[in-house]
């Protein structure tokens, strides 16, 4: 059946790559980037409606998806990563940033687009492996993360009665522009079109919870269970 489909963040990376997959399996895809050049030229597909906002600025979203009444699924995916290199010189204006792009602006996307779900329609928020565990320089990439996970998990409890289901989508490391300007070592990174394809196939099964590439979420998951003290003595080593 034929989709309605809003993704957020599809002028590059997971966004880009999950907006040309749906497209190309024949629905209707709209695609939203904060810069409308860079948009369209990423995504090159007249198929496609290219909608220009900012996710930080709650009045320009309503505004640009006025024309759309109802709305089948909606991945909130646009998301920025920054780390904490000095924790002692704690970079307020880096945590301000990432906060805002991720939890805020989620939050501002989330008022847009509620009133547009109907009964069986559904919503995912993409947040990261990075919630697992407490992980080097991720202060402000993993406590936005954190808040988007709990997040979405409150929201799939209280939107269950309007019929709308929620999952979460946990990526690993996956091949974007995002993690191409990582220097550290990125175990088990995986290509954006793979990355895309766990993605739908967990939402076709309306999984509450994605988490991928299984290896790499699978480790993650067990060191999760070790012992506080153990995980800080290894973290604080791998530092
Ligand atoms: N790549 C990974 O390994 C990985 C792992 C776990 C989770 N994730 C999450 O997956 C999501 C997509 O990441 P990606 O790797 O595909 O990164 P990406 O290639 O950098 O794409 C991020 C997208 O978000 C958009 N965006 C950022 N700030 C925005 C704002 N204020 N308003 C509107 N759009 C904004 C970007 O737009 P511009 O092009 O205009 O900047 C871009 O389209 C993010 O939430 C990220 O945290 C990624």
Redesign the pocket.
């Known amino acids: 059946m034929t989709q309605t489909i809003l993704i ?9 790559q999950l907006a040309k997959d749906y497209a190309n399996q024949g629905h209707k895809v709209i695609a939203c ?3 409308k050049q ?1 948009l369209e030229t990423a995504l090159d597909d007249n198929r496609i409606d290219a909608v220009v ?4 600025d709650g009045a320009s979203i309503e505004s640009a998806l006025s024309a759309y009444d109802s709305l089948d699924l909606v991945i909130l ?5 920054e780390y904490i290199d000095d924790a002692k010189k704690f970079d307020a204006q880096l945590f301000k940033r990432v906060i805002d ?2 939890v805020l ?1 989620t939050g501002y996307c989330l008022s847009a687009v509620l009133p547009k779900l109907q009964r069986g329609s559904h919503l995912a928020i ?5 919630t697992f565990l407490p992980l080097t320089r991720s202060e402000a990439y993993g406590a936005s ?1 954190a808040a988007l996970d709990y997040l979405a998990r409150t929201l799939a409890i209280d939107l269950a009665e309007f019929g709308i289901d929620v999952s979460l989508v946990r ?4 091949e ?4 191409d300007k990582n220097t550290f070592k990125m175990p088990g990174r995986i290509s954006v079109q793979r990355a895309s394809e766990m993605i739908r196939q967990g939402l076709h099964k309306r999984k509450k919870i994605i988490n991928f590439p299984f290896v790499f979420q699978a480790i993650m998951r067990l060191l999760a269970l070790l012992p506080n003290a153990v995980w800080h003595r290894i973290a604080v080593r791998m530092n």
């Open positions: 957020t963040g599809a002028s590059s990376g997971i966004g880009l980037g904060r810069d860079k906002f900012d996710i930080q995916n646009a998301g920025t990563c792009t991720n602006g993409v947040s990261s492996t990075v993360k990526p690993g490391f996956v974007t522009p995002l993690t």
